[in-house]
């Protein structure tokens, strides 16, 4: 599956920005998603993930409750709305794939097979 990220952008702190990523090819459905985020000089970091169906979502606790993961299997999109966005949010995002995982959330680079390229957000104060 081929992933295409978008929707980056300049916002103020508070500000809010929603980030898609398209797939490519009949099987979007049989994955599950995630977004990691890369900021300069620092390893990629687990955002969100959402299963299969769209129906559970996992979320790092520094986007908790701010951050929000959904997908349209139809659309073969998963999206990524992010509020009260800050500073420290600014990186760049990245969406995954992966086609299996067990029974704990795969939140680690290693968990995923397929990989879109970024999308720059960058929070002003």
């Known amino acids: 599956v081929q992933l295409q990220a978008s929707g980056g952008g300049l916002v103020q702190a508070g500000g809010s920005l929603r980030l898609s990523c398209t797939a490519s090819g009949r099987t979007f459905g049989s994955y599950a998603m995630a977004w990691f985020r890369q900021a300069p000089g620092k390893e990629r970091e687990f955002v969100a993930a959402i299963n299969r169906s769209g129906g559970s979502t996992y979320y790092a606790d520094s986007v908790k409750g701010r951050f929000t993961i959904s997908r349209d299997n139809a659309k073969k999109t998963v999206y990524l709305r992010m509020n009260s966005l800050k500073p420290e949010d600014t990186a760049v995002y990245s969406c995954?794939?992966?086609?299996?995982?067990?029974?704990?959330?795969?939140?680690?680079?290693?968990?995923?097979?397929?990989w879109g390229q970024g999308t720059q957000v960058t929070v002003s104060s």
């Open positions: 995954a794939a992966t086609a299996g995982y067990g029974s704990s959330w795969p939140t680690t680079v290693y968990d995923y097979d397929y």
